[in-house]
């Protein structure tokens, strides 16, 4: 089969939802049903594969992608949002319902995903999503029409803090969340082909020691942070020890927890203002 040839993880499960998105059609109806394979049908998912074999991710193939369990456009402008992310959505829910947080900022939206995941839920809240990236604005502006919750959402073109769309500032939170980009600049190029070779490198590098925004966000987290705030960061395996020092010397180090993903891996890390 040309999708294991060419190295793909997953090949029959990609090459089923391929064939089901060439025919219209979902995956379930795909395997309990029979459908006709004409001419064009086959001619579609020929080129659907080849995009594949070229290793291009999935999700940027079918153009979307289901996140907590919102249904979210994807394009190459922005990351494919990751399973281990609905562990800082899950983080920042429930300090929400316990602290009544009502303005929220997620730095670094990409597709939108974090923001749209708390806005779908938590619907007395106002949020701001940043991202450096004007395309990927774009998109996380589009999802926020589709999920129907684009009246509490706010994006802003920003690096890091500073805004770049000439508008007022930015202000304060009751929470602030990001998954900044955190590989090593020397790990990219190591990288599966998928992530390496198709994801924006906005979304990916995070210096040399992969650190770089959240010094930059824990710097002046404290000025846009209500008392009683909190910051939530995803970090990558391994990093959760480094980002809580930074978040100390950055004077957040009053309550720092952390929180397992689903395979057990240190993935958010919490700071709270008192
Ligand atoms: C790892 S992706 C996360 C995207 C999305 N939040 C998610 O979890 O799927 C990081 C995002 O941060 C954005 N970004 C990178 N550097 C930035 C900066 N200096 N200021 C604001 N956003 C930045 C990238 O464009 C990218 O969309």
């Known amino acids: 089969m040309r999708l294991n040839a060419a190295g793909v993880e ?41 995009k594949r074999v070229a290793r291009m991710p999935l999700a940027y193939i079918v153009g979307r992608r289901e996140f907590y369990s919102i249904d979210l456009e994807v394009t190459p402008e922005v990351l494919i949002p990751r399973p281990e992310t609905e562990t800082l959505v ?49 998109v996380a502006a589009r999802n926020a029409i589709r999920v129907g919750v684009a009246a509490r959402v706010e ?3 920003a690096d890091c803090w500073t805004v770049i769309d000439s508008g007022e500032a930015i202000g304060r939170f009751d929470l602030i969340v990001s998954n900044p980009p955190y590989v090593r600049d020397a790990e990219i190029a ?13 979304a990916l590098a995070g210096g040399p ?29 391994g990093q959760a020890t480094e980002v809580a020092t930074i978040f100390r010397a950055a004077g957040l180090g009053e309550i720092i927890t952390v929180v397992n993903d689903l395979a057990g891996i240190p993935r958010v890390v919490v700071a709270r203002r008192s």
Not at 105 to 114: E, F, N
């Open 209 to 237: 020691d992969g650190l770089d925004l959240y010094r930059r966000i824990a710097l002046d987290a404290t000025i846009h942070l209500t008392p009683g705030g909190s910051l939530m960061v995803e970090v990558g395996e």
């Open 155 to 157: 994006f802003r073109r």
């Open 10 to 50: 997953d090949s029959r499960l990609d090459a089923e939802l391929l064939m089901a998105f060439a025919a219209g059609v979902t995956r379930e109806r795909l395997i309990a049903t029979t459908i006709a394979i004409d001419d064009g049908l086959r001619e579609r998912y020929a080129r659907l594969i080849d």
């Open 90 to 138: 899950t983080t920042a829910l429930t300090f929400i319902k316990e602290r009544k947080a009502l303005r929220v900022i997620d730095l670094g939206t990409g597709s939108g995903a974090i923001a749209l995941a708390i806005a779908a839920v938590e619907r007395n809240t106002q949020i701001v999503a940043t991202d450096v990236s004007a395309a990927a604005i774009a």
């Open 190 to 202: 190591s990288l599966a082909p998928e992530i390496r070779d198709y994801e924006p490198r906005a």
